[in-house]
Structure formats: C-alpha cells, structure tokens
C-alpha cells in the first residue's frame, strides 16, 4: 500500500486500487472454491446444492457424487446424523443462526474428519427460509486438544471423589478414635446426677482435651478431667497415654495429688529430651456420705473448678499453685476439699471454654464472664448445666477454636 | 416448588375447548412447537411444559435415578395434568415423547383421551428381525457426539463445562440460546431415550390414535410408522410430505392441519 496515501479518505476503497485487487490474482468464484474452509449450501430439505472444492477435497467425493444427490446428513457419522436431527436442525429453524458445532464427517477413504460447522438460514422477502449456507472447518487439531482436555478433567474428577472418599474414611477413623479417648457413657449411679460434653475444634483433627469418671467401689467413685498440650496425632497419643495411666493409678490408689505424681512420672519417663510433652489435669474422687458427696480434688495446673450452690451463688475451687503434668521431675500439686449437698454441682472444664474469643473485640471470655454465667443458672443440675454451657459454647461461633470438655457431678436436689 | 413452576409450564390457545399438551422430545424443550402453536390456539387451550432437566425447567429438581427412565418422563406428564385438571385431554408428543404418552395415558386414564404421535419410534436399535434403524455402537456415537458438542457448543461451552462458575455470563449466555441443557442431564435423557424399548406399550395403548411421520426421517424412518401404526389397535397413520423429525418446525402448516382433522368433532 502507499504509506503517502494514507490520509486520503479514498484510498482505502478498493475501486481506488483496481491494481492493487488485481495483483492478488484472486477472485470471487476463485475465493469460495479455493477457501481455507469447506463452504456448502443446502434447500431446506437438506439436498446439497453447492460446495466447494476445499470441502470435497477433504471428503474425498466428486461433485458430482454429491450435488443433488446427498443430504448435508449424509455427510456425517451416524450419531453426528442424529444430534444433527435433534439439536441442529431445530435450533437452527428456530434460530436462523448456530455456530460452531462440533460434527464428524465421514471422508471416502475411511477416517473420519473432525469439524466445526457454522449455518446460518438464508430467508426469501417475506421471511421464508429459501436455503442454509454452511462453513465447515476442519477442527482436527482441536479436537485432540478437546479431547485432551476432557480426559484431564475426568481425571481430576476422579482423583477429586477418590480425595473426599480419603478424607471421609480418615474423619470416620478420626472420630473412632476420638471417642476411644472419653468414656461412651457415664456410669449411673445412685443420688448422684453426672454428665459430660466434648467439643471438638475440628472434625479432622484429634483434640488433646480428656475426662473420665468410674466407680471404684460402692461408695466411692474417681474422675478426672484435662487438656493436653497441642492437637493431632502426637497429642491424641499422649492422651491416651495420660487417661489410661490415671486411670490405672486411680484404681490402685484414691489418693488424687498421688495420682498427678503417677502422671507426671509417666509422662517424662515418655516423653524426654527435646520433645516434652505435657498436660494440665484435675484428678479427684468423690464418696457418697449420707445424702451428700465428699469431695477431694488435686489440680496440676488447670483451670479452677467451679461450684454451684443450692442457694443460687456460684464459686471457684482454687487449687492455685499446682504445676503443670509432665514437666518437671518434682512438680507439686495442690488439693482441695469439698462437700455437695442437695442442689449443689461441681464443674470441671477446660480452658477452650475461657480463651473462646468473644464480642467485636474479640477478647477473651474469661472467668469472671464464666462465673457470672454460672451464678445466673445456679442452682442446677448437672444435665440442665452442661446444656446450658453447651449451648454457650456454640453462642461463641468461630470465637471458640480450641476443643472443650465438660464434666458436671452433683447431688439432686430434694423435694 | 409448584409443579408449574417445576416444568415451567405455560397455558395459552383457546378457554374452552378440548385441550392440548404439546410435548417436547429429546434434544430440545416447548419452543419447538412455536410454528405449530398459534395453528392450534384458536380452536383449543395449549399446555406447553419443559421436562425437568430441559429448558427453563427447575434443574434442581432433576434426580438421576427418577430420569433414567421414560416412567419419570411420564410423571411429569401426568403431573402437569393433574395440576391442571385436564379431562380428556389430547396429548402431542414429539418423537420418544410419544412414548411418554403412552405410559401417561396409561396411568391417568381419566385425564389424557387421545394421542398424537409425532415420528414415534418405539425402539432404535435394530434387534431380532425388528429394524429401528440403528446399532448400539451409533447410539454410544451419538452420546460421544453429545460429550464433544458440550465441548464444542463450543467457544462459548467449553469454558462451562471446565468449570467456570465465577464466570456467571457464561451460563446466562447459555439460557439465552434456544435448548441448552445441562450435558450431564442431556446425556441421561440420550440414554434413555435411545436405549429404551417400548413395543410391548404400545399394545396397551385403548385411546385414539394418530401416527404422524415424515416422508424422510433418519430417525424415525417409514418402516417404524408402519410398525407403531400395526402395534396401536385402530390408529391412523398419516405421512407429512416433510423431510427430517421435526415436522412441526419443517412443515408447520401440514402438522398442525393433520392434527385438526385428527381432532375435529365431525370425525372424532
């Protein structure tokens, strides 16, 4: 093109450049037969009226083979013919437009030819359809590609249902073992009224918190209730570790500070060197004396426990002093006493409870909110309180992140 | 979830009158009665509906196993009636919809009192000395071709079924263009359609009946005609001078007329 003809409006139009057209040797009739695409043009009926060499070329027919005697149908494979009949051909009355369907032809020599196909309906003055005109790319390339595509996408499928068929099988295994930490149920036993809850952060991964609570004769019954330091796997092991050595401890001997001296032994005789594995607990038995419950109780390290009067006030047992379990060779725990009477309950949590995080400020819930909580439900009994702390628990949403175990014991109240 | 919302059921055409339901086949939903419609309107009350899964049907309301066979077709064929309270209604079913009516007219007796039957086939699938036209092998071919169209629907397809659901204007691109389907759903109703098998309905069938075929039909060739017209007890055949399996978008005028005269008092 003259560059120094640029600014003149006219030169762009091709009657100003009949050279310039004719250097191309090009035509129309040359263009259509000689396309870079497959063009035919069909009556209504679908008889082939016109194509072009391109098109034959790639089919393999002679004209003569096709123009009046083939259906643009007859082209295709049989389930081409077939989708052509029920999708095609009414959207394409409906429409006078459809671009870029994926068909097959069927070519003389044999393979078949992947194509993409484009027709739009050719109307008469008053709107009657009089013929469809049809460009028919060979998408061979893409198909492969398509087809590529499609198998990746079925194998990711698949690799996806096999990765949420892993994770169910592993949160079922997860949830076995969770629950071989707590007791399935809590023993029944007379003029008492116990109950227990266990929140877990998260379903796919184990907790550290435990408790437990078991006769160990007609009078007298043990539990205990404790957190383990960190999640998963290696906090679940030292779980076990932990409540089935106070357990054993327990049984031998109800004397509860004894029993955290069982533990720790056990935890650092475990656990030692660089990876120190530790817990806080609160061990405790409890005899039944006439219609009340002497209380003994020893704490390493954890949160006070609370009681709740018959008479509406609420307290914490502080056992403040006693030192983490599993730390150190000479740890001291501290016990305390005390006496239920009718109305009265004692419970044990863990501090998921007051480290939730609450309100815009996200600040810590802590003991004073809890022993407010407490004193506006005192008196109650052990069911209704744990219910009542479980239904907090989930007023606190995404607030509370860490597991939480309750254990509530108490004596009914009288008539 | 009210059925008429569920099939996106539409009622127009005449208030009184006998009524019609014009039903959709594979591959498509209600608007490809849209030539013959205003044809019938004026001497009969139209109800036209999509097939949950098919246009702008409620697709949540889709359940593979209710799909998966031409039974579940029928149900909502029957449900719609019943919504309606339709008596003695006519229903227009177009190629494997034929079927459905069968099974319809069967089960709500009270309530569908004659069928047109719209390039009927009741089987595809060549077998035993019966011809239906077709292998197994072109209908697998045909489900393939159905994969790749989703593919290639194509530029504006392909990004869906990659699964683009933060690409909201695609699907709405979809629901604007006539009978885009859910490829998942298409491919159920592809294979029940094709792989169904329902002479032995066809016995069953005690309303009247008229056959509509084309002259040429890939799909539902001649030789199918005469053999759903020699299977339902007293039926009429008549042959379209139209080439293709959807007469009623190809030749309108022929399809609606032989259903008026299929319908009108002095003959029925």
């Not at chain 1, 399935?184 to 227990?196: C, F, I, S």
């Not at chain 1, 379903?203 to 209730?225: H, I, K, M, Q, V």
Request: hydrophobic share 40%; charged share 25%; aromatic share 6%.
């Amino acid at each position: 093109m003259n560059p120094g003809a640029a600014d003149d409006p006219g030169a762009e139009t091709p009657g100003a450049w009949p050279a310039f057209s004719s250097l191309l040797e090009d035509s129309a009739e040359d263009l259509y037969e000689s396309a870079p695409c497959g063009y035919l043009s069909t009556l209504m009926d679908g008889t082939i009226a016109k194509i072009n060499a391109t098109l034959l070329g790639w089919l393999g027919l002679s004209r003569e083979e096709v123009v009046g005697r083939k259906r643009f149908s007859d082209l295709l494979t049989v389930g081409g013919r077939l989708y052509h009949e029920t999708h095609f051909a009414p959207l394409l009355r409906m429409q006078g437009h459809l671009g870029g369907v994926a068909l097959e032809m069927r070519t003389a020599a044999g393979p078949r030819l992947p194509v993409l196909v484009t027709s739009t309906l050719k109307r008469g003055p008053d709107g009657e359809p009089l013929l469809i005109r049809t460009t028919v790319f060979d998408a061979t390339d893409r198909r492969s590609y398509e087809q590529e595509l499609l198998r990746a996408r079925r194998a990711a499928d698949e690799a996806r249902e096999q990765a949420e068929a892993d994770r169910a099988q592993l949160r079922e295994a997860l949830a076995v073992l969770q629950r071989s930490l707590l007791p399935a149920t809590l023993p029944d036993l007379p003029g008492v009224e116990t109950a227990g809850y266990y929140h877990p952060a998260s379903p796919t991964e184990l907790g550290g918190d435990f408790y437990d609570l078991f006769e160990l004769d007609d009078t007298r019954t043990a539990f205990f209730l404790g957190d383990v330091c960190g999640k998963g796997p290696q906090a679940a092991a030292v779980t076990s570790l932990t409540r089935y050595t106070l357990r054993a401890a327990m049984i031998q001997d109800a004397d509860p500070a004894d029993n955290l001296r069982i533990l720790n032994r056990a935890l650092m005789a475990r656990y030692t060197g660089d990876d120190p594995r530790y817990c806080t607990a609160v061990a405790g038995v409890f005899e039944r004396v006439g219609d009340t419950l002497t209380v003994r109780l020893a704490s390493g390290g954890h949160p006070p426990a609370l009681v709740l009067r018959a008479d509406g006030t609420a307290e914490f047992l502080s056992t403040r002093g006693g030192m983490l379990v599993g730390v150190l060779p000479a740890a001291q725990f501290v016990e305390v006493r005390t006496v239920l009477r009718p109305g009265d309950t004692l419970l044990l949590y863990t501090d998921g409870l007051t480290e939730a995080r609450v309100g815009p400020g996200r600040e810590l819930y802590g003991y004073e909110a809890l022993l407010e909580f407490a004193t506006a439900r005192a008196p109650a009994g052990s069911r209704a309180l744990v219910d009542a702390f479980t239904g907090l628990l989930r007023d606190f949403g995404d607030g509370l992140d860490d597991d939480t175990a309750l254990l509530a014991i108490g004596v009914p109240a009288t008539p | 979830m009210s059925i008429l919302r569920r099939n996106n059921v539409r009622v127009t055409g005449a208030t009184t009158g006998r009524p019609v339901v014009l039903v959709h086949g594979f591959g498509c939903d209600q608007n490809m009665w849209r030539l013959v419609e205003p044809l019938l309107a004026e001497d009969h009350p139209l109800v036209l509906f999509d097939y949950v899964g098919a246009g702008r049907s409620d697709l949540s309301a889709w359940q593979e196993d209710r799909y998966s066979s031409l039974d579940g077709y029928a149900r909502d064929l029957v449900e719609v009636c019943e919504e309606l309270d339709l008596r003695d209604a006519v229903v227009v079913g177009h190629s494997v919809s034929s079927m459905t009516g069968v099974l319809a007219a069967a089960a709500a007796p009270e309530r569908i009192g004659a069928l047109v039957m719209v390039c009927p086939s009741p089987r595809y699938i060549d077998e035993d000395g019966y011809r239906g036209g077709f292998s197994a092998e072109d209908i697998e071919e045909l489900l393939e071709s159905l994969e790749s169209n989703y593919l290639g629907w194509s530029a504006t397809m392909a990004p869906v079924i990659m699964g683009n659901p933060d690409r909201p204007e695609l699907g709405e691109e979809l629901t604007n263009s006539f009978c885009a389907t859910d490829p998942d759903i298409a491919r159920v109703f592809a294979r029940t359609t094709f792989l169904s098998d329902s002479r032995k309905d066809l016995e069953t069938v005690t309303v009247p009946t008229l056959i509509l075929e084309c002259e040429q039909d890939v799909i539902a060739p001649r030789e199918v005609g005469a053999y759903v017209h020699a299977a339902v007890p007293g039926s009429e055949l008549v042959t379209l001078d139209a080439v293709g399996h959807c007469p009623q978008l190809s030749a309108p005028e022929a399809t609606a007329s032989a259903i008026s005269a299929f319908l009108s008092p002095g003959v029925r």
